[in-house]
């Protein structure tokens, strides 16, 4: 065995000696923690979140055009009617 | 880089395409049985990419926990080896260039961009020699390499990569010299 496989040998035994105790379980409980049914309910949480700020955002939005709405007409209505007013004394 | 009792031969590859195929129908113990058989070929391979001893276990945690979620989408359970080193190596990759990329947006100062190995990394001459000669390759040609140290042939590498085994042998020769070229152990 020359010097540069004993060195490849080395590397891969260092490399080991810094994996501590318990890695195998550790890399189990990380990978079932990222795929537990918890994390899709906190997707489906943020899902239902979003879809409720939107449904805030589209009713807000829907009932304040609906007031400018009667606003503009009431104003148009106005104008309309001196319109006439002023025809008629003309 | 790996000992010979930890290399799977060819006549165990039954027993690890078995071993696979009960980590993928759900068992527990023989899904650990697969990281403890690895786990120290994986280190090795991450270290001789990366350089860096002290990235070595995060590293070989996103690696395991990538293969415990993608193993039962592996449809060639005798092909487990390849599979999981190619796995490894394009995370390393990945994570090599994601460093590359911050350092861009995030320029270090020059007393912090090549941070020694913590105390005891390097405990001898041929592996400091290595490690150094390895620092000089690019990235992807240290992949290869240890891709090479791990048993895999030129044809599985061929394969990783996506060109032609060709293509392969002329890049693993150029890589060779070039690690020779680095590799003095009486220089540094």
């Given at each position: 065995m020359n010097t540069e496989d004993t060195a490849w040998n080395e590397l891969g035994a260092h490399a080991a000696s810094r994996l501590s105790p318990g890695f195998a379980d550790r890399v189990l409980l990380e990978a079932r923690?990222?795929?537990?049914?918890?994390?899709?309910?906190?997707?489906?949480?943020?899902?239902?979140?979003?879809?409720?700020?939107?449904?805030?955002?589209?009713?807000?939005?829907?009932?304040?055009?609906?007031?400018?709405?009667?606003?503009?007409?009431?104003?148009?209505?106005?104008?309309?009617?001196?319109t006439q007013e002023l025809d008629q004394g003309l | 880089m790996q000992s010979n009792d930890t290399r799977m031969d060819e006549s165990s590859t039954t027993?690890?395409?078995?071993?696979?195929?009960?980590?993928?129908?759900?068992?527990?113990?023989?899904?650990?049985?697969?990281?403890v058989s690895y786990q120290n070929r994986v280190a090795g391979f991450v270290y001789a990419i990366t350089g860096r001893s002290d990235s070595v276990e995060d590293l070989a945690q996103v690696i395991f926990v990538k293969m415990v979620r993608a193993l039962p989408r592996l449809n060639a359970p005798e092909q487990f080896e390849s599979w999981l080193f190619r796995l490894a190596r394009n995370t390393c990759i990945d994570h090599l260039r994601r460093q590359k990329l911050r350092r861009i947006f995030t320029p270090f100062a020059p007393e912090h961009e090549n941070v020694p190995e913590p105390d005891g990394a390097v405990d001898s001459e041929e592996l400091d020699a290595l490690r150094f000669a390895l620092a000089q390759l690019r990235p992807k040609d240290r992949a290869l390499l240890a891709l090479v140290q791990e048993g895999r042939s030129h044809a599985e590498i061929a394969e990783t990569l996506r060109t032609s085994v060709a293509a392969v042998k002329a890049r693993l020769h150029r890589a060779r010299e070039h690690l020779r070229q680095h590799y003095t152990t009486d220089e540094h």
């Amino acid at each position: 065995m020359n010097t540069e496989d004993t060195a490849w040998n080395e590397l891969g035994a260092h490399a080991a000696s810094r994996l501590s105790p318990g890695f195998a379980d550790r890399v189990l409980l990380e990978a079932r923690a990222s795929s537990s049914p918890l994390l899709v309910a906190h997707f489906a949480m943020c899902a239902a979140t979003a879809g409720l700020c939107l449904a805030a955002v589209a009713l807000y939005r829907s009932g304040t055009s609906a007031a400018d709405e009667a606003r503009n007409l009431a104003g148009w209505s106005e104008i309309a009617a001196q319109t006439q007013e002023l025809d008629q004394g003309l | 880089m790996q000992s010979n009792d930890t290399r799977m031969d060819e006549s165990s590859t039954t027993t690890l395409g078995d071993q696979v195929r009960r980590a993928q129908a759900g068992d527990e113990a023989a899904m650990r049985q697969l990281i403890v058989s690895y786990q120290n070929r994986v280190a090795g391979f991450v270290y001789a990419i990366t350089g860096r001893s002290d990235s070595v276990e995060d590293l070989a945690q996103v690696i395991f926990v990538k293969m415990v979620r993608a193993l039962p989408r592996l449809n060639a359970p005798e092909q487990f080896e390849s599979w999981l080193f190619r796995l490894a190596r394009n995370t390393c990759i990945d994570h090599l260039r994601r460093q590359k990329l911050r350092r861009i947006f995030t320029p270090f100062a020059p007393e912090h961009e090549n941070v020694p190995e913590p105390d005891g990394a390097v405990d001898s001459e041929e592996l400091d020699a290595l490690r150094f000669a390895l620092a000089q390759l690019r990235p992807k040609d240290r992949a290869l390499l240890a891709l090479v140290q791990e048993g895999r042939s030129h044809a599985e590498i061929a394969e990783t990569l996506r060109t032609s085994v060709a293509a392969v042998k002329a890049r693993l020769h150029r890589a060779r010299e070039h690690l020779r070229q680095h590799y003095t152990t009486d220089e540094h």
